[in-house]
């Protein structure tokens, strides 16, 4: 009997695909705190940094909150030096839920020097991905 995701239970899993042109990393399943936000950037970080992938796409399809500004201040700060120096990140919110507010983090990251950018739909962010491209 197969298993179907209940969107109730926290927690969350990560497939990481290679493309031509950067890292794939797709989320789905319950994320609740900025802890996990941290373990699941962490992971992608690690991935860009083993692969020397210079774009990365993450499409969200997970259920849970957005953290708070100052939990959003955790994040950058945890995954600082981690492997996402240099690397063009278009974040997309897949179910279109809290673009809005994951806006916020854009705007910290930007200030923190990331060149990263959200989406609410997986087309635009591959555009913007390859925008300006030699």
């Known amino acids: ?11 969350f899993a990560l497939t990481l695909e290679t493309e031509s042109s950067g890292l794939v990393a797709s989320v789905t399943g319950r994320i609740e705190s900025v802890d996990a936000l941290i373990v699941l950037f962490m992971r992608i970080g690690a991935e860009l940094s083993r692969t020397g992938l210079r774009q990365a796409l993450v499409i969200d399809h997970t259920f849970g909150v957005v953290p708070p500004e ?3 201040q955790k994040l950058f700060t945890s995954v600082e030096g981690q492997g996402f120096a240099g690397v063009r990140v278009a974040y997309v919110d897949a179910r279109g839920t ?5 806006e916020v983090g854009e705007i910290m990251g930007r200030e923190r020097g990331y060149e990263c ?4 739909n997986e087309p635009r962010a591959r555009i913007w991905l390859h925008y300006g491209e030699q």
């Not at 950018?117 to 609410?120: A, E, K, T």
């Open 1 to 11: 009997m197969a298993s179907e995701f209940d969107p109730a239970v926290p927690g």
């Open 70 to 72: 100052d939990q959003l």
């Open 117 to 120: 950018r959200v989406f609410d």
């Open 98 to 102: 809290a673009i809005n507010r994951m």
